[in-house]
């Protein structure tokens, strides 16, 4: 076996935060610990069953925290690192990625990482963990993509993974392994502590098969702002649904790869897609990636990644989608959300109508039973909706607030279904949070079949606020107990967790997620050649379903009346509305067919419902000129 070292300074941007001096104050250590106490006791949504689950109680280790720094000072402290890595350890025993204590400078804003990443596939039934992308300029010989990682400082690579993730913040056994496999190369400083080794010695498999070893050194850099503003008060801030861990990776991970690339993603989680020709030109790069695909038939069908629900306009992502999914194959879609770590509610929420004839209930929201819950609720009429229930929690007992959604039912089905064949949903563990509540949506709503790489989605249910957003949201009151916290630290915490609906009603999202209605491990061709196999049986399971179809041709309308015709596939009954009043249902056949309608009233909307023996399967609207 031989050595081999990696070049110097391969990469770019380059922070040495080595010899770093203390920059907390004793009273600033205090002043953190006690805004964390405040956070966790009097606002975190899933104490008492973070408590239950997972056996830990983080409350009384803050308060021992706070007895024990009452006895230090300034010469008795102990170093910076030890006070940050013992309050991280507090945050992650929650293992909620909502909820976090984010370091202060110099670590915020900063990403350790190693220049190449690591996935798991599964090859002629065995686990392996390829590389599937190298930096451009880190050229060590033979190192590239494809290679198979078997050790990682002298450990089988399958147990550092189990070890890694044990480390991190994860739910559910899927959700720690995929937080085992991201964090071995991108290490976010704003939530993980500096890795401990300056370097790392990797045993892997040259294309020859041979055992070769590589020491590969950690570096740093600053990385891309979110471009979200989650501190302020502002309604994007308010309906946050988002794993920042996820997110701050997904952001390095584009810019150390954005020169030539010799690899297959672009986000962690195979988020490279498979090219059968151009991608569509979208307005949202950040957030989309539409492209149509072929399986080994030659059927044609659409293909949306949707690699966030980050933005501050809702409706303009639903446009923009709907912009996308009209130039794409009408005979099915894919929707892929792997590695998608959530973004605004309201948009993934808005989403699922296009995707259904049928009325969208959104997700309900609760608060946990406490006076500080009740100020923040009291303090807005956004959240009025709240109050009556905590105001009534001393008398009645009650752990947790009404349930409310936070979506507008009625903008939730304001703009209608705009695709009108089979869809399938694509998952995996890292799928988190807003995303969480998407898939849990089409799942509710039985819009398709969810395609899972992993056994369940990330299981982060709950709208996130940060404390930032919790001292302004009081701003000056004098019952205020929130105070900014020192030299550029930050926390976040679970506010208000999110249960399902319809057959699910009340179940939670939270350390459970939504488990897909089929599996698919992922195959090296997968990692090596752009999701091949993935797409492939997901194409499969499209072409299986039944598609539902009407279609307007013309309409016509003179003297009172109004023909329409149409073209109908898979129903049989037609419910036309006008301006949402019902008009006329009559049996119909596949093929071509007119409707007639006597209308003495103006009307500038036209519904029309296909049915299946009895079952609403899809639905038409055209919006008109004002029809007299």
């Known amino acids: 076996m031989s050595a081999k070292s990696e070049p110097q300074n391969p990469i770019t941007h380059l922070i040495d935060l080595s010899g770093v001096k203390s920059l907390l104050k004793i009273e600033d250590r205090r002043e953190i610990v006690e805004q964390a106490l405040i956070l966790l006791d009097g606002n975190y949504v899933h104490l008492p069953f973070k408590a239950a689950r997972h056996a830990v109680n983080p409350v009384q280790r803050l308060r021992v925290l706070r007895r024990r720094m009452e006895m230090q000072t300034e010469e008795t402290m102990p170093p910076e690192l030890e006070f940050h890595s013992t309050l991280s350890e507090i945050f992650l025993s929650l293992r909620d990625l ?10 915020a804003g900063k990403v350790a990482y190693l220049p190449f990443l690591i996935e798991k596939c599964v090859d002629s039934g065995e686990e392996k963990y390829l590389v599937t992308k190298v930096a451009d300029g880190y050229s060590p010989p033979g190192f590239e993509p494809g290679v198979e990682v078997t050790h990682w400082n002298g450990t089988l690579i399958a147990k550092s993974v189990e070890l890694n993730g044990a480390r991190f913040a994860g739910s559910n056994a899927a959700a720690l392994r995929s937080r085992g496999i991201n964090s071995l190369t991108f290490r976010p400083l704003t939530i993980h502590l500096p890795p401990l080794e300056e370097w790392v010695l990797l045993g892997y498999l040259d294309a020859e098969g041979s055992p070769q070893e590589l020491r590969a050194t950690w570096q740093v850099m600053q990385n891309e702002p979110s471009g979200v503003d989650a501190e302020s008060i502002n309604r994007t801030a308010m309906f946050q649904g988002i794993d920042l861990e996820a997110d701050e990776i997904n952001r390095a991970v584009a810019s150390v790869f954005s020169g030539p690339r010799r690899g297959h993603t672009d986000t962690l989680n195979g988020a490279q897609d498979r090219i059968d020709n151009e991608y569509l030109p979208t307005t949202l790069p950040q957030n989309f990636r539409a492209q149509e695909v072929c399986d080994s038939q030659g059927d044609k069908f659409g293909y949306v990644r949707i690699f966030s629900f980050g933005t501050t306009s809702p409706r303009r992502f639903c446009n923009e989608f709907i912009n996308l999914i009209n130039r794409l194959p009408q005979n099915g879609l894919i929707i892929d959300v792997r590695g998608n770590g959530g973004g605004h509610i309201h948009a993934a929420e808005l989403l699922l109508q296009l995707l259904t004839p049928g009325l969208i209930e959104p997700e309900t929201m609760q608060f946990i039973n406490t006076p500080l819950n009740l100020e923040i609720c009291r303090a807005s009429n956004e959240l009025a909706s709240w109050v009556p229930s905590l105001e009534e929690a001393v008398e009645v007992g009650a752990t947790y607030s009404a349930s409310f959604p936070l979506t507008d039912t009625i903008e939730a089905n304001s703009i209608g279904q705009k695709y009108y064949s089979p869809v399938i949903l694509i998952t995996d563990a890292c799928s988190y949070s807003a ?23 990330g299981a982060g249910g709950a709208n996130v606020w940060t404390h930032a957003l919790l001292c302004n949201w009081l701003g000056e009151s004098l019952n205020s107990p929130y105070r900014p916290l020192p030299h550029g630290a930050g926390m976040r915490v679970s506010l208000r967790r999110s249960l399902r609906v319809r057959d699910n009603q009340g179940a939670l999202i939270e350390d459970l997620g939504v488990t897909p209605d089929k599996l698919h491990s992922l195959t090296r061709k997968d990692l090596l050649e752009q999701n091949a196999d993935l797409i492939e049986k997901a194409c499969n399971l499209l072409s299986q379903q039944p598609r539902y179809q009407i279609r307007i041709i013309r309409i016509e309308a003179a003297g009172g009346v109004t023909n329409i015709d149409y073209l109908a596939e898979n129903v049989d009954r037609l419910d036309v509305y006008l301006d949402g009043r019902p008009q006329a249902s009559l049996d119909v056949s596949d093929g071509e067919g007119r409707l007639r309608l006597q209308s003495t009233s103006a009307f500038s909307q036209i519904r029309i419902d296909g049915l299946s023996a009895g079952r609403l399967v899809v639905s038409r609207i055209e919006t008109l000129r004002t029809v007299r």
Request: aromatic share 12%; proline share 6%; no cysteine.
């Open 98 to 107: 909502h909820t976090n204590y984010l370091l202060p400078r110099p670590y």
């Open 435 to 457: 995303t969480d509540m998407f898939a849990a949506g089409f799942q509710d709503h039985k819009i398709g079949l969810i395609l899972g790489t992993d056994s369940n989605t």
